[in-house]
């Protein structure tokens, strides 16, 4: 599956969660996340998260899609990190 994941979290905890999530996906934009990740490798990453997270503070967003094909992304401005392809 495709998601953008997104966390608001206290000033503590953001390099920490930082770390984490560019374990699971590719990082766009400060505190923003983007990139295929199958259902297993996302509850992980969820749980992980929850252990770090102050629940009554913290918050974390996930949008899931089936496939990136079904969004579409437009850009205003400058990108903050181009996905390069490797071959």
Known sequence: MY????????????????????????WIQNSVFEGEITEVKLKELQMRAKEMMKLEEDSLIVFK???????????VGK?????????
């Open 3 to 26: 998601v953008i994941l997104v966390y608001d979290i206290g000033e503590r905890r953001v390099a920490k969660m930082l770390k984490l999530c560019r374990q699971y996906l590719n």
């Open 65 to 75: 899609s089936r496939n990136e094909k079904w969004l579409e992304k437009e850009i």
């Open 79 to 87: 990108e903050k990190n181009e996905l390069d392809t490797f071959i």
